[in-house]
């Protein structure tokens, strides 16, 4: 029984919210780290002066901005599936965090880090199937 009142639970709406959280998230690091290369980066031993030099740096304040919406947008998704279902979504965070290295901060990507990915995909793809079948 409660395999099929899970099943219920989990709609294309949902997991496209949760789609739209983890890539809010994505897009928040991504600013986050634009801004930081920007200001050259910051250190924490600055104190007070690192956190004057982050709140005045747009794409930092954007950052911010992508990570409270993601925030909202997660309690909807966590008030409609199972925990154990619902975070490894963010996993999707690794196939983002690849893609954007690669495509907007010039980063080397080997086969090796594909194959991570790959199978970090392989693993949502088991959890989510086993939330919908039987």
């Not at 690849?98 to 949502?124: D, M």
Request: contains cysteine; hydrophobic residues 55%; charged residues 10%.
């Amino acid at each position: 029984m409660h395999k099929l009142a899970l099943a219920s639970s989990i709609n294309i709406s949902t997991v496209l919210l949760g789609l739209v959280s983890i890539m809010l998230l994505s897009a928040g690091q991504t600013s986050i780290k634009f801004g930081l290369n920007a200001i050259g980066g910051v250190s924490l031993n600055e104190g007070v002066g690192a956190l004057l030099k982050l709140v005045q740096t747009p794409w930092v304040i954007v950052g911010f901005g992508c990570y409270g919406v993601s925030a909202i947008l997660w309690m909807d998704v966590l008030s409609k599936l199972d925990f154990s279902l619902a975070f490894p979504m963010v996993s999707l965070t690794y196939v983002f965090s690849l893609l954007i290295g690669r495509f907007f901060f010039h980063e080397p990507v080997g086969y090796e880090r594909v194959l991570g990915v790959a199978f970090i995909l392989g693993g949502l793809f088991f959890l989510v199937r086993s939330g919908v079948s039987k």
